[in-house]
């Protein structure tokens, strides 16, 4: 694990070393920075005010002045999904000019929360594939792929675990999914599906019997009502109220238990 302080690519007007938020990064002390810049063409040129240009040069001057302190940097890039499908070309230059630049990551935002298992299944190919031709044609070693995604479809857990399908190595989320609007990706739900279903080890066998428990305690801490309904992790989660059902489960439990609930600390 490791402490990362999180900002943003440098100001539009005057360079990195200029910037004093970029030296509150480095000042921070953390050994790892994750930076977001954005790869839509409508954010950089209608909120931004800036141009499709200026935008390549603040990821690249930024990735390059954090590389240049011996920063491991994680290049966040915002509205990937919705800049990919309005734009391609350019969201995919974005990210090359981050990756020229040194970012030891490339993390695909759905910002909005609105992309479909299946959209991000075919831009997070695009992006492995175009990474590794990349890699193949200058021998510098590719970084790694990340996902970050938003739950406004109801669908940040399920994105998440395209994209890890896709080839993404990061998954950035939050424990109970909680965020902004809707949430964000859960990892209550990630991290056993990841682990305990795809065979992608993530955490120690204890410290997942521990994830009920640390789901609580973040909902006690943020003064949230836990979810019953939570997969995994909630109270109802492994509960059986239909005759048929407890009648089944008191002869074969996995009929109607998808696992043990045990292996999460659930009972």
Not at 35 to 58: A, P, R, Y
Request: charged residues 20%.
């Amino acid at each position: 694990a490791r402490l990362t302080v999180f900002g943003s690519s440098r100001r539009v007007v005057g360079s990195a070393e200029e910037d004093p938020y970029m030296y509150a990064l480095l000042k921070s002390g953390a050994p790892s920075v994750a930076i977001f810049g954005f790869c839509w063409n409508l954010v950089v040129e209608k909120i931004m005010g800036t141009t499709l240009s200026q935008n390549l040069d603040m990821i690249r001057e930024t990735v390059t002045f954090l590389k240049q302190h011996g920063r491991e940097v994680v290049y966040d890039a915002e509205h990937f999904f919705d800049g990919y499908r309005e734009n391609s070309t350019y969201a995919l230059e974005t990210l090359q000019v981050a990756v020229e630049a040194g970012a030891d990551w490339v993390v695909l935002c759905d910002t909005n929360g609105g992309s479909l298992p299946f959209d991000v299944e075919a831009a997070t190919t695009a992006v492995r594939e175009q990474l590794a031709r990349e890699s193949a044609r200058t021998g510098r070693p590719s970084p790694g792929v990340g996902i970050h995604t938003h739950n406004d479809s109801g669908l940040a857990v399920a994105n998440s675990i395209e994209a890890v399908q896709s080839g993404a190595l990061m998954v950035q989320g939050t424990i109970n999914g909680y965020g902004e609007r809707c949430g964000n990706a859960d990892l209550t739900s990630i991290i056993p599906i990841l682990q305990l279903k795809m065979n992608r080890p993530c955490v120690s066998s204890k410290n997942m019997g521990k994830l009920r428990l640390l789901s609580r305690f973040v909902s006690e801490t943020a003064n949230m009502i836990p979810l019953n309904s939570r997969p995994f992790v909630g109270e109802s989660a492994f509960a059986h109220k239909g005759g048929i059902h407890v009648s089944a489960i008191m002869k074969v439990s996995k009929a109607y238990e998808h696992m043990e609930p045990e292996l999460v600390g659930n009972r």
